[in-house]
T-cell receptor, first 114, second 112 residues
Framework: DVKVTQSSRYLVKRTGEKVFLECVQD?????MFWYRQDPGLGLRLIYF???????EKGDIPEGYSVSREKKERFSLILESASTNQTSMYLC?????????????FGAGSRLTVL | GQNIDQPTEMTATEGAIVQINCTYQ??????LFWYQQHAGEAPTFLSY????GLEEKGRFSSFLSRSKGYSYLLLKELQMKDSASYLC?????????????FGKGTKLSVKP
């Protein structure tokens, strides 16, 4: 019954490495989101996408990029990982609607950058 | 600016009632959401209010006052499994914020 799948639960990378975090949803949702969650800071939006090949910056896009080549898949890319990107990364999706939408989250990817 | 405030931590006793408050100031309002997040797990949707008043769903209820920028989540007959973080989130229209702006969460500990 898994609906939003994140490819890796735990990753350990070195400073300067390129990191790919993959997210796939099987609910045919138009909207997809990447958040990071840090103690004391809560959930902060990195990037979101309302459609294939579309992307919008969230609150903290610096150091990240995204890719949405297919409707079901939304990838987060760290071009050159840094220690301050050590965090829990959460992917979410929601259907397109006129009002606010309920987000369905993936289980999260905990990234440690050494 | 955008601001959502909720207490950082709360403690309650099994079987009791607890109320978690949330105040918000946002540009544009498109509903108030509550999510539950157990440690190490993904947030899961609990409730949504877009009109003033109380929405009841089993042991959980959520209240909204748009004029006061205020909401609360009420948990009755607390169980140990209710120990989790509770996230208040406000839906906003468009802009660079995406759909939801989240508060920092309230960590609820239920004691026997």
């Amino acid at each position: 019954d898994v609906k939003v799948t994140q490819s890796s639960r735990y990753l350990v990378k070195r400073t300067g490495e390129k990191v790919f975090l993959e997210c796939v949803q099987d609910m045919d949702h138009e909207n997809m989101f990447w958040y990071r969650q840090d103690p004391g800071l809560g959930l902060r939006l990195i990037y979101f996408s309302y459609d294939v090949k579309m992307k919008e910056k969230g609150d903290i896009p610096e150091g990240y990029s995204v890719s949405r080549e297919k409707k079901e898949r939304f990838s987060l890319i760290l071009e050159s990982a840094s220690t301050n990107q050590t965090s829990m990364y959460l992917c979410a999706s929601s259907p397109r609607a006129s009002g606010a939408n309920v987000l369905t989250f993936g289980a999260g990817s905990r990234l440690t950058v050494l | 600016g955008q601001n959502i405030d909720q207490p950082t931590e709360m403690t309650a006793t099994e079987g009791a009632i607890v109320q978690i408050n949330c105040t918000y100031q946002t540009s544009g309002f498109n509903g108030l959401f509550w999510y539950q997040q157990h440690a190490g797990e993904a947030p899961t949707f609990l409730s949504y209010n877009v009109l003033d008043g109380l929405e009841e769903k089993g042991r959980f209820s959520s209240f909204l006052s748009r004029s006061k920028g205020y909401s609360y989540l009420l948990l009755k007959e607390l169980q140990m499994k209710d120990s989790a973080s509770y996230l208040c989130a406000v839906g906003v229209y468009g802009g660079s914020q995406g759909n939801l702006i989240f508060g920092k969460g309230t960590k609820l500990s239920v004691k026997p």
